[in-house]
């Protein structure tokens, strides 16, 4: 697991310690350990407090403690399951061991008058509190004196490599670490040695922990020393992720200069003005396109806020400077909608676009790929098909990515390789508002614009949470919604990873409404359709032939009709909270007022009604990412693709969030004032996989 320090001049291999053969080394190995350096940074999981002898009269549940006594007596319970039960007392009070296992060697030991001490977790048992399978010892001496001098640290462990191993491989480090054998740099300024803890003493205490140490602060991982663990490793992310984008910055890429003229006569055929965020962003982009090196821009904007006008624009601009821009979509769906856009907006400026998906097979694939490569086509919109092998680029200047946080770093740096000669400026678009705090390290690699205003005359939409058990309710509201001229939504929601499941429940309901609500003209778009009939179907709703849209979460981005102004959400509890602002999103884009019924299935967890009152709440997309990193952590709001990239062993970006800009500044006076510090320390703990090679 730890990055390996054996490139420093001091390695000193783990096969140099008492105790490691080679079956164990193989072991190490398999966990990325090769020297005694790397298991200090082998951190334990928990600790636990062997250090004190605790009554048996102040136990509570849950607690793992140590506790002495005299068994009182032992019995072989024959239940659902054999048990061996001991019940020992101190005098404060009596608990019962139980033994699943157990020999008979085991029972006649643990026998009446025995003096034991043991060590377990705390457990309601029937009538008395018990420990299951506890560690003991017998015939101790009951004064109530353990050796114990520091806590007890449990290891992260493989098969065949016990906890005792560990303690005796760390002692030894330890041991080597203190008559300095182990030449383990301190790669941070000094100051922070100060403030914090020389890195030296940190490992001390981590492994080995005091008994009069906050041990509260230590289990929450928030003492001084583990966060002066986690300001390394996330100055080491930050020092790579800036190496990163520096190096990327050392590839040319075409200056793409703009046509005003192009450009006011795209702007004159739109039926509304730029807001002054949409106008701003455009403005960042376009200087940033003049520069010889390649853009690397974020750009966030809520849902609805405008952003596909803001990457025509730039589209626009990387298209009369002579060039090919590529807009990748995550969805089929979207990468279509996108395709009608462009076409309607581009087409009228003698602009030729193209769309490239995985579904388009054959001749017209090849078709489509000779335009491509023969530069007969500017603006061409798909999905993650336009970055195949197979797609050769005449003059690739811009690519864009909307919807981003599907799309990890590295496949964004994957990119470059489609320009031709150059490297394309990148653009990526995101509607989920990530909290900077997250972007800051997950997107260290990118800049960032933030469209931070609606287009003017949208009003909020009103979000209600109701029960499924109302939902004859539900649909009397449908019903006259769409009877006075209105559209809806109906959206059902599984288990993400079960598609058809998915679509079958979408088919269920649009059954069952069609039964129930005989007069409503119902239509239905589900991931198993094919691409035209989903067309064919959001063309009809979209025209107003259809009254109801029964859907699964694939109209969650994009789908723009400005009529629909009620969205039921069934089971929303089973979805991320910026998903459920994506869906209400495709409301409350018209001027009537919208509403959004979040239909849950009761009873609701705690933590389901706190998530869903804040839909209730509040309609800013800040407030809800930020509230869901609360809720769900940051691997949910990102997608494990992005958290898992970072690949963090001690920091969490949750809860060390306040060391951000703190490592962001360490990383900065590293790679000023201690550059011969910067590649130890991505070594130490990035290690050389996660290092990006390629840029
Ligand atoms: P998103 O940021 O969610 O991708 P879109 O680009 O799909 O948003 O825009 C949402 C809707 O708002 C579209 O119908 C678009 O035409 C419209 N729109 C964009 N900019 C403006 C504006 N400045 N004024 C009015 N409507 C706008
Ligand atoms: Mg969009």
């Known amino acids: 697991m730890p990055a390996s320090e054996n490139n420093t001049t001091s390695a000193f291999p783990v096969t140099r310690l008492k105790g490691v053969g080679p079956k164990a080394a193989e072991r190490l190995e398999k966990l990325g350990i090769h020297t005694a350096q790397d298991i200090l940074f082998h951190l334990p999981i928990r600790y636990q407090d062997r250090t004190s002898v605790i009554n048996i009269g102040t136990v509570r549940p849950g607690m793992q403690v140590v506790v002495e006594g005299e068994v009182d007596h032992s019995e072989i319970r024959f239940g659902r399951r054999r048990a061996l039960l001991v019940h020992i007392s101190d005098g404060t009070g009596s608990l019962i061991l139980r033994f699943f296992h157990f020999s008979a060697a085991q029972k006649n030991n643990l026998a009446k008058g025995k003096q034991i001490r043991c060590f377990g977790e705390v457990r309601r048992g029937q009538n008395r509190y018990e420990m299951i399978h506890p560690e003991y010892q017998l015939d ?94 996330l100055t080491a992310h930050q020092v790579s992720l800036r190496q990163m984008r520096y190096q990327h910055r ?49 750009v966030q904007g809520d849902v609805g806020s405008g952003k596909t006008v803001v990457a025509a624009l730039a589209a626009l601009q990387a298209i009369s400077a002579g060039y090919q821009v590529a807009l990748m979509a995550p969805t089929e769906l979207l990468s279509e909608q996108h395709r009608n856009n462009f076409q309607i907006w581009f ?22 790929l000779e335009r491509i490569a023969a530069n007969q086509v500017q603006m061409i919109v798909g999905t993650h098909a336009l970055f195949q092998d197979e797609v050769i680029y005449a003059s690739l200047g811009l690519v864009i990515i909307d919807e981003q946080h599907r ?64 939902r004859e309710q539900v649909m009397q509201r449908v019903q006259q919604a769409c009877k006075s ?42 991931g198993r359709l094919s691409s035209s009939d989903k067309e064919r179907v959001m063309q009809h709703f979209k025209t107003g032939e259809l009254d109801l849209l ?39 884009r018209g001027s009537v007022e919208s509403h959004c019924l979040l239909m849950y299935h009761a009873p609701l967890s705690q933590n389901g009604q706190q998530r869903l009152s804040v839909m209730r709440e509040t309609t800013d997309g800040f407030v809800i990412a930020q509230k869901d990193l609360e809720l769900r952590g940051p691997g949910e709001v990102l997608g494990t693709r992005q958290t898992g990239e970072m690949q963090l062993k001690i920091a969490d970006l949750m809860r060390d969030q306040l060391l951000l800009p703190r490592a962001q500044e360490v990383a900065e006076t590293l790679i000023s004032e201690y550059p011969h510090h910067t590649d130890l320390l991505v070594r130490r703990w990035l290690g050389n996989k996660t290092r990006y090679a390629n840029v």
Not at 201 to 225: N, S, V
Not at 347 to 368: D, S
């Open 140 to 233: 101790i001496e009951r004064d109530g004196e353990l050796d114990e001098e520091s806590l007890t640290p449990i290891y992260p462990t493989t098969e065949g490599m016990h906890q005792l191993t560990w303690r005796s491989l760390t002692d030894q480090c330890l041991q080597l670490l203190e008559e300095g054998q182990l030449g383990l740099q301190e790669l941070l300024p000094e100051n922070i040695a100060s403030e914090y803890s020389t890195l030296a003493r940190a490992l001390t205490l981590l492994h080995r922990p005091p008994t009069d140490i906050d041990f509260a602060l230590l289990t929450e991982g928030k003492h001084k020393i583990q966060q002066r663990l986690a300001l390394e490793e």
């Open 250 to 298: 050392q590839h040319e890429a075409p200056p793409l200069k703009s046509d005003r003229k192009l450009q006011s006569a795209f702007l004159k055929q739109l039926p509304f003005n730029l807001t002054g965020a949409q106008q701003n962003t455009v403005e960042v982009i376009s200087k940033d396109l003049l520069n010889d090196h390649p853009m690397m821009r974020l």
């Open 347 to 368: 087409g009228t400026l003698g602009i030729e676009v193209a769309w490239l998906t995985g579904k388009l097979k054959g001749k017209p694939r090849r078709q489509q």
């Open 407 to 470: 799309f990890g770093v590295h496949q964004r740096l994957a990119l470059k390789d489609k320009g031709n000669a150059v490297v394309p400026h990148q653009l990526v678009m995101t509607a989920t508002p990530i909290p900077r705090t997250l972007a800051m390290t997950a997107f260290a690699d990118l800049d960032v614009s933030v469209i931070d205003e609606l287009p003017p005359g949208r009003t909020p939409v009103k979000t209600v949470l109701i029960s499924d058990e109302r």
């Open 485 to 526: 001229g209105r559209q809806a939504y109906w959206v059902c929601t599984l288990i993400e990873e079960s598609e058809s499941l998915q679509c079958q429940a979408a088919e269920d309901t649009a059954n069952l409404l069609a039964e129930q609500l005989q007069e409503l003209r119902i239509g239905l778009v589900h």
């Open 550 to 588: 029964v859907a699964t979460t694939v109209i969650e981005v994009g789908v723009d009709v400005p009529n629909a102004s009620l969205m039921i959400i069934e089971n929303p509890e089973r979805l991320g909270l910026s998903q459920l602002h994506q869906l209400r999103g495709r409301v409350g």
